[in-house]
């Protein structure tokens, strides 16, 4: 009964009005190794040395992400459907470690893969790179190709922190927000469609993590998630698990590995700090509720 119970938390997620959510992923459901099923393709538009990977490295909830690495070749692309109407709103969480760096863009119209073999890839807009070269740590930079640069931001190194992409198709922009600070709007470029997004190995110096992707329409429910989201950090914690939230938190239940409650708050207030201080060295998983929506993170000590 405790596995049973334990996968229930492992695998825990926000509630949203089913027509709203596209894509709902929290890499669990994977193997861990080469990622091509479901919503996941390539540059090559095949499986092989392109493809993201499945790590259980690190985790922002459950114990596994996406990994890209830096070989230079992994191209990943996270397929979104080639939307042409309406407004979307696309959030995923990253973990760069100090010092490396991240690279991401906005494609158009896709099928399968990129431009290569089974792809029609289209790039759209945004160079979103990530301490580019080692020489700006904690500097992100939404550039054009042509050098144009958009909105600058900053991003805790060393720490899970949130991307999110909203898509206005009937303005044909989209508006960058990393670790909740807003962007200025951005103008899509080549195609007006939202294909995906392409992470891609830039330089030997690349290295992060991607994990809990939420895809949803916008205009059909985008309220009843935003209410939820929440972010955790240090991750590993030594003594205080701060909550980054939008709405105030409801309640926090701490588990161990064998699904006994080890700690148990109800806050009633946004971002609050859970003292873990007292709690034995070893891995929790920390349920939060928000306005009745429920999500289970794994935290280590």
Same mark, same amino acid.
């Given at each position: 009964?405790?596995?049973?119970?334990?996968?229930?938390?492992?695998?825990?997620?926000?509630?949203?009005?089913a027509?709203?959510?596209?894509?709902e992923?929290?890499?669990?459901?994977?193997?861990?190794?080469? +990622?091509?099923? =479901?919503?996941?393709?390539?540059?090559?538009g @095949?499986? %092989?040395? #392109?493809?993201? !990977?499945?790590?259980?490295? /690190?985790?922002?909830s459950?114990?596994?992400?996406?990994?890209?690495?830096?070989?230079?070749?992994?191209?990943?692309?996270?397929?979104?459907?080639?939307?042409?109407?309406?407004?979307?709103?696309?959030?995923?969480?990253?973990?760069?470690p100090?010092?490396?760096?991240?690279?991401?863009?906005?494609?158009?119209?896709?099928?399968?893969?990129?431009?290569?073999?089974?792809?029609?890839?289209?790039?759209?807009?945004?160079?979103?790179?990530?301490?580019?070269?080692?020489?700006?740590?904690?500097?992100?930079?939404?550039?054009?190709?042509?050098?144009?640069?958009?909105?600058?931001?900053?991003?805790?190194?060393?720490?899970w922190?949130?991307?999110?992409?909203?898509?206005?198709?009937?303005?044909?922009?989209?508006? +960058?927000?990393? =670790?909740?600070?807003?962007?200025?709007?951005? @103008?899509? %470029?080549? #195609?007006?469609? !939202?294909?995906?997004i392409d /992470?891609?190995s830039?330089?030997?110096?690349?290295?992060?993590?991607?994990?809990?992707?939420?895809?949803?329409?916008?205009?059909?429910?985008?309220?009843?998630?935003?209410?939820?989201?929440?972010?955790?950090?240090?991750?590993?914690?030594?003594d205080?698990?701060?909550?980054?939230?939008?709405?105030?938190?409801?309640?926090?239940?701490?588990?161990?590995?064998?699904?006994?409650?080890?700690?148990?708050?109800?806050?009633?207030?946004?971002s609050?700090?859970?003292?873990?201080s007292?709690?034995?060295?070893?891995?929790y998983?920390?349920?939060?509720?928000?306005?009745?929506?429920?999500?289970?993170?794994?935290?280590?000590?």
């Amino acid at each position: 009964m405790k596995k049973i119970y334990l996968l229930a938390l492992a695998i825990g997620a926000f509630t949203l009005s089913a027509n709203a959510q596209i894509i709902e992923d929290d890499i669990e459901s994977y193997s861990l190794g080469p +990622l091509f099923e =479901d919503h996941w393709s390539s540059w090559s538009g @095949a499986p %092989g040395p #392109d493809n993201a !990977v499945v790590t259980d490295a /690190f985790a922002q909830s459950g114990s596994q992400s996406v990994f890209i690495g830096g070989d230079g070749v992994q191209d990943a692309l996270l397929l979104l459907g080639n939307q042409t109407i309406g407004t979307y709103e696309l959030t995923f969480f990253m973990y760069i470690p100090t010092d490396k760096t991240g690279y991401i863009n906005f494609q158009g119209a896709t099928e399968n893969g990129g431009a290569g073999a089974g792809g029609n890839g289209v790039f759209n807009s945004g160079n979103i790179t990530f301490n580019l070269d080692g020489m700006n740590p904690g500097i992100v930079e939404d550039i054009d190709a042509d050098g144009t640069v958009y909105n600058t931001y900053s991003y805790p190194q060393n720490f899970w922190f949130e991307v999110k992409f909203l898509f206005d198709l009937s303005a044909l922009t989209y508006t +960058l927000s990393i =670790d909740g600070v807003d962007g200025a709007p951005v @103008a899509f %470029g080549a #195609d007006a469609t !939202v294909g995906g997004i392409d /992470f891609f190995s830039i330089d030997a110096n690349n290295e992060y993590y991607v994990d809990d992707v939420l895809f949803v329409d916008a205009a059909a429910g985008v309220d009843d998630f935003s209410a939820s989201k929440f972010s955790v950090y240090p991750n590993p914690v030594q003594d205080v698990l701060n909550i980054k939230s939008a709405s105030s938190v409801d309640n926090v239940v701490v588990y161990d590995i064998l699904g006994k409650v080890v700690l148990q708050e109800n806050p009633g207030k946004i971002s609050p700090a859970i003292n873990m201080s007292n709690l034995p060295s070893g891995a929790y998983m920390v349920q939060v509720t928000i306005d009745n929506a429920t999500k289970t993170v794994k935290v280590i000590k």
